[in-house]
T-cell receptor, first 111, second 115 residues
């Protein structure tokens, strides 16, 4: 069974730009979550989607948004990028009685 | 919301020794407690988890204990090996059905096992 797939692996953007990250969950998993990982703040929950609906949201500004498609694939978008948005963005999926498994992440660098 | 504290932040042991990492949580509604191992440049990988209806769980050299009354849980690694060197994260959430997604993580423990 293929794991969680995230694209792209690396991304360099300039302040003020926007970015879209993509995630394909493990086959059969309908829940997708996004996390931000930084050296200073650790792993922080962004949001969770299930059946195309946002089920939970973390404490991030409205510049961070996401969506889920009918095939469970998910995207997250960050608008008006700031230097502090530089981080590893991790997507994870879970299913019925199947806990969270992470993808390899997208390393975003904002210059 | 949930708050998870993890200690120690760094742990250095000799190969063959045991390692213990401790976490406390604040929300008594939390019922699911996973542990993740993250090697440098890699994704966090689930190594063991425990639900609130169980006090202890073991998988080969790894065990987790949970004290609901005190709101703390611990990871125990016995007979440590150099390949156990990594960052370990504890986490907590109120899980149910398909919802394991909103995890609150501890700050991580850098474990170094010296040969």
């Amino acid at each position: 069974k293929a794991g969680v797939t995230q694209t792209p692996r690396y991304l360099i953007k300039t302040r003020g730009q926007q970015v879209t990250l993509s995630c394909s969950p493990i086959s059969g998993h309908r829940s997708v979550s996004w996390y931000q990982q930084t050296p200073g703040q650790g792993l922080q929950f962004l949001f969770e989607y299930f059946s195309e609906t946002q089920r939970n949201k973390g404490n991030f500004p409205g510049r961070f948004s996401g969506r889920q498609f009918s095939n469970s694939r998910s995207e997250m978008n960050v608008s008006t990028l700031e230097l502090g948005d530089s981080a590893l963005y991790l997507c994870a999926s879970s299913g019925k009685n199947s806990p969270l498994h992470f993808g390899n992440g997208t390393r975003l660098t904002v210059t | 919301g949930e708050n998870v504290e993890q200690h120690p932040s760094t742990l250095s042991v000799q190969e063959g020794d045991s390692a213990v990492i401790k976490c406390t949580y604040s929300d008594s509604a939390s019922n699911y407690f996973p542990w993740y191992k993250q090697e440098l440049g890699k994704r966090p990988q689930l190594i063991i988890d425990i639900r609130s209806n169980v006090g202890e769980k073991k998988d080969q050299r790894i065990a987790v204990t949970l004290n609901k009354t005190a709101k703390h849980f611990s990871l125990h690694i016995t007979e440590t090996q150099p390949e156990d060197s990594a960052v370990y994260f504890c986490a907590a959430c109120k899980a149910g059905g398909t919802s394991y997604g909103k995890l609150t993580f501890g700050q991580g423990t850098i474990l170094t096992v010296h040969p």
